[in-house]
């Protein structure tokens, strides 16, 4: 019995974030997207009715499907009960459409779930506030762990995603017909928003490598339903689905035991995961095969550089690929990259004027980058801009990191001067 | 912030086709000025090659390419975002035609509104 309650804590939040989203997607393309507190509402008593089971009666063999079934007769008994309601007044104007049949199978799940990324990708919706929506809804997150990742207060949140909301119930959206028109002008903030997202994780804000995990493989989940609908399976969605399998495999490598994170060059090899990379270079084929460039192949041919052993002109090919990217489109941590590519080809001296003319002085990558560049120039200027960028950062894993290497650019400089 | 054009001119045809080298040490001085966020347009190249250049003149003179009379030609131009033309003299100051005895006319844009 003790063992049964154990499994069924355990399960829950797991599975909770897995069908929560995927329920409520069906609901809402079932019901309509202004009926979206509705839908919400089933998702969240069938959860309930699951923990409150579960923990008397154990776990059901297929929890999943169990949970369909409570849900599907949560959405029937509330139909009934509104056509009671239409009935006895006219005169209602909010109807809700829907058939009382309809199934929670594998196709209506991923049908729905790719109406969703579009519905929630409304251009009306500044791109914050598209971020927000699609962790909550898309991905399942608690108001807490949305602020977590933005490090901002829940109340906060909480303003920005009811104006969405709003939105989101008041766009003509439709939501169970997804046709080609509606693809076509909303697909590049589609694939602008899941980068996005992707990078929330990747580059987060948050310590919490969990979280971190979490919002970079729902990223890659949503961007792989698009690859695998016909109409929505264009060449950038490849290449981007490409950048995410290339930067995941390194997700383990990149932080050591304590949360710190690890510098490219010191990462271990052995813990890039294979099959990642190789379903990145699966991708990016399919993404090259034709004549388009978009921003997304240049950054997935660096990543898949990036994988690739010492070439010898890996680091041209980076540069260039670099190139092609800032001319696309500026970014001040485009800029940055680019100039570690330049040092890379050129020399640490020539980056160094290079690095020089970013002016980006108020972030602190800029800062750790010069002191990258002057270390084996200048240890004194080096120091100087680590202690400038320990000053500018706000991750206190990235101070520790930078902390370390002062120490260790201090210690050097002592050796050096004992030899004298 | 100013916008100033940037023109290339060559004195060789032959130059016209850079090598391999050329090519990357152009898209590094290119990328380079838009990495600090100063490239208003890329701008373009313009083919001088015989098909592609003519010159057209009053009383209906038509000349092939623009160098019957002048040596020079101009092979395109980049629009770039400073603050002074010092600034926009500096950023041309660094790319690579002046290896091929090539140069840069800077000139302040003048927007048609």
Known sequence: MQEKAISHKELLPHLFRQEYTKMTAVLCRHFGLKHIEIAEDIASDTFLKASENWALNGVPENPAAWLYTVAKNKAKDHLKHLTIIETQNETATDKIQAEHNFEFNNQNITDSQLAMIFAVCNPANSTEAQICLALQILYGFSLEEIANVFLAKTETIKKRLHRARTNLRNDNFQIRNLNENEIQSRLDTVLRTLYLLFNEGYFSKTNNHLIRKDLCSEAARLTLILTENQLTNVKQANALLALMCYQSSRLDARTNTKGEAILFEQQDKSLWDKTLIEKGNFYLVNACNGTEISKYHLEAGIAYWHTTPADQNKWQHILQLYNQLILIEYSPVTALNRTFAFAKVYGNKQAISEAEKLNLTESNYYHELLGYLYTEINIDKAINYYERAIGLTKSRAEKQTLAKEIERLKEKKGVNRHKR | ?113
């Open chain 2, 1 to 113: 912030m100013k916008e100033f054009a940037l023109i290339f001119r060559l004195n060789n045809i032959a130059d016209f086709k850079p090598s391999p080298e050329q090519m990357q040490e152009r898209m590094n001085w290119l990328a380079g000025i838009a990495a600090q966020n100063k490239l208003a347009d890329k701008g373009n190249t313009l083919l001088p090659v015989p098909g592609s250049a003519r010159t057209v003149k009053p009383d209906n003179i038509v000349t092939d390419g623009p160098y019957t009379e002048i040596k020079e030609f101009i092979s395109g131009y980049v629009v770039v975002r400073a603050e002074t033309i010092e600034e926009a003299v500096e950023m041309a100051k660094g790319n690579p035609i002046f290896k091929i005895g090539g140069n840069i006319e800077v000139r302040e844009v003048l927007k048609r509104d």
